[in-house]
């Protein structure tokens, strides 16, 4: 079981260039979630699924999207970066929608 | 809306010397209550959770947590730190009751364990 897995580690980007974080699991997990990590700020939730084609908004969802067409991915996309979105991003998934597992994370960097 | 307040950002223990790491939250129905540890460059890991079962809860790693209605705490202590136990963890709390699939976490705890 590779648990949760996240793509890219590192990633630079200049303002208003477009990327996609994958995330996959293999836990047959429902419930998917996109973190957001800041000094001194905590995780804070980006968006987040509860099935497969589902899709919600979390704390701070301005200026990403996100996809769930298959059970075991989550997309998340940045579709014009800004310096405000360097940060590390983890993926999480759950079973019940409270134990959650999360990946090892991307540090992305705008420019 | 649930939330955790975090006591202290930064907490340095000697080696063998208790751990505390304070939690308090704010929940309007009686919550589901974790903790998280993150080693550095390392996504979070479960230590230990609170789902309305026993009050005193046990973790890995000899960690555990006590859930005090009266206090609305959710505090974490180690008998005796270990130089491993360096870290930074976080308190997170879940609703109940609607449907809630989120977790709201604080904004951490930094533990330095001092030789």
């Known amino acids: 079981n590779a648990g949760v897995t996240q793509t890219p580690k590192f990633r630079v980007l200049k303002t208003g260039q477009s990327m996609t974080l994958l995330c996959a699991q293999d836990?047959?997990?429902?419930?998917m979630y996109w973190y957001r990590q800041d000094p001194g700020m905590g995780l804070r939730l980006i968006h987040y699924?509860?099935?497969?084609?589902?899709?919600a908004k979390g704390e701070v969802p301005d200026g990403y999207n996100v996809s769930r067409l298959k059970k075991q991915n989550f997309l998340l996309g940045l579709e014009s970066a800004a310096p405000s979105q360097t940060s590390v991003y983890f993926c999480?998934?759950?079973?019940?929608?409270?134990?959650?597992?999360f990946g090892p994370g991307t540090r992305l960097t705008v420019t | 809306a649930q939330s955790v307040t975090q006591l202290g950002s930064h907490v340095s223990v000697s080696e063998g010397a208790l751990v505390l790491l304070r939690c308090n939250y704010s929940?309007?129905?009686?919550?589901?209550l974790f903790w998280y540890v993150q080693y550095p460059n390392q996504g979070l890991q479960l230590l230990l959770k609170?789902?309305?079962?026993?009050?005193l809860v046990k973790g890995i790693n000899g960690f555990e947590a006590e859930f005090k209605k009266s206090e609305t705490s959710f505090h974490l202590t180690k008998p005796s730190a270990h130089m491993s136990d360096a870290a930074e963890y976080f308190c997170a709390v879940s609703d109940l009751g609607f449907g809630n699939e989120k977790l709201t976490f604080g904004t951490g705890t930094r533990l330095t364990i001092i030789p």
């Open positions: 929940s309007s129905v009686p919550p589901y």
């Open positions: 836990m047959n997990h429902e419930y």
């Open positions: 999480a998934s759950s079973l019940r929608g409270y134990e959650q597992y």
């Open positions: 609170y789902t309305s079962a026993a009050t």
């Open positions: 699924s509860v099935g497969e084609g589902t899709t």
